[in-house]
């Protein structure tokens, strides 16, 4: 199983994606979760990264690109991966399509989540993630169980520094110009669905199921 997830920022991918992970066991991969790793361990990647990130710009595509192509090379991705914030660009995508096909692969699902922008700045500003395992959390939609501590490793949950409502707008306007066009690349290959992101995070997840198929392993 081969899945892109695409939508706003604040649309629920992150959220999402744990659990379509572990009901259809892929990994969970997240390039915003992976430069914020490697900012945080002070990379060299990672001081590249860092200033685009704060101030909502994409990192350069070559950049991305590179970072991807060698998370995808790895073990657990033999059987199928689920992208979580990538591609986000046409040159992106279109470097996507490139790579998978010399290894005669090919995309199932580009799951677009749909949220209107009037729900995502409430979103963005209640949102608390967690540093050590990409946890996402909202202070009054989707709290931890110990106020202030991840639910699955229990790590003290932090703010986003792209979560300002400055930063919110600019990343918002990016999507609209950069990332919307994926929407229309992958319609017009077949690939799209859309899921509305606007009720609750388990309803959201059951319309995503109906998608995906219920064949999955019941054990995970
Ligand atoms: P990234 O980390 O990918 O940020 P994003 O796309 O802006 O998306 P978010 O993570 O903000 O939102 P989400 O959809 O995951 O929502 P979440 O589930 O957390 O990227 C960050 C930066 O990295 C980019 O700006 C860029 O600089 C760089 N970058 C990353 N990928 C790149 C690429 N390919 N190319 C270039 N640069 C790249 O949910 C949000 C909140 O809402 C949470 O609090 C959650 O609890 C709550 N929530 C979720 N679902 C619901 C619901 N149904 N009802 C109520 N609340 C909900
Ligand atoms: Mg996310
Ligand atoms: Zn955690």
Known sequence: MKIIL????????????????????????????IFRKNISEKTSLGIEAKNYI????????????????????????????????????????????????????????????????DFILDRMTGRRVCPSCGASYHIKYNPPMILGKCNICGSDIVQRKD???ATVRERLDIYDSQTQPLIDYYRSKNLLSIVQGTKAINEVFESICNILGRDYNDNN
Do not use: W
């Open 6 to 33: 695409l939508g706003p920022p604040g649309a629920g991918k992150g959220t999402q994606a744990k659990s379509i992970s572990s009901r259809y066991s892929i990994p969970h991969i997240s390039t915003g979760d």
């Open 54 to 117: 704060d101030n909502g710009q994409l990192v350069p595509d070559d950049l991305t690109i590179n970072m991807i192509k060698s998370r995808l090379e790895q073990e657990d991705c033999r059987n199928g991966f689920l992208l979580d914030g990538f591609p986000r660009t046409v040159i992106q995508a279109e470097a996507l399509d490139r790579y998978l096909k010399l290894k005669n692969e090919s995309l199932d699902t580009a799951l677009l989540i749909d949220v209107p922008r």
């Open 163 to 165: 979560d300002t409502e």
